[in-house]
C-alpha cells in the first residue's frame, strides 16, 4: 500500500505563485509516474503535469511556462511550482503515482491523494 497527501493549498491572488508538495509512504519498492491532476469546480479532471522516474516531464499547454514539476526520488515526494497564477487555475489538485510495493514487485499499481484545494483570485 502506498498513500499520497499532498499539502501546500492555499489561497493566493492571481499573479503569484504556490508550491505544491506530494509526499508518498509505505512499503515503497519503487515509484515510476508521478503526476499531478486538477479538477477544477464544475469540471473534468484534467492532467496537469507528469514526472517520469528518470525526470522526463509533460505539461497540459494551459501551464507551459508556469509550472514546474520536480520530483526528488530520495525522499519519495514530488513538487508542483506554481508561478503567475490565474483564476482558472483554482481546482483541487490531486497527486497520482505509479508504483511497486515489496509484497508484489512484479506489479504496478496507481494511487491517488486526497487533494488539496488551490484558489486563485483575481
Known amino acids: 500500500q502506498v498513500q499520497l497527501v499532498e499539502s501546500g493549498g492555499g489561497l493566493v491572488q492571481a499573479g503569484e505563485s504556490l508550491r505544491l508538495s506530494c509526499a508518498a509512504s509505505g512499503n515503497i519498492f519503487s515509484i515510476n509516474t508521478m503526476a499531478w491532476y486538477r479538477q477544477p469546480p464544475g469540471k473534468q479532471r484534467e492532467l496537469v503535469a507528469a514526472?517520469?522516474?528518470?525526470?522526463?516531464?509533460n505539461y497540459a499547454d494551459s501551464v507551459k511556462g508556469r509550472f514546474t514539476i520536480s520530483r526528488d526520488n530520495a525522499k519519495n515526494t514530488m513538487y508542483l511550482q506554481m508561478n503567475s497564477l490565474k483564476p482558472e487555475d483554482t481546482a483541487v489538485y490531486y497527486c497520482t503515482a505509479t508504483a511497486r510495493i515489496y509484497s508484489a514487485v512484479t506489479q504496478y499499481n496507481n494511487y491517488w491523494g486526497q487533494g488539496t484545494q488551490v484558489t486563485v483570485s483575481s
Open positions: 514526472i517520469s522516474s528518470g525526470g522526463s516531464t
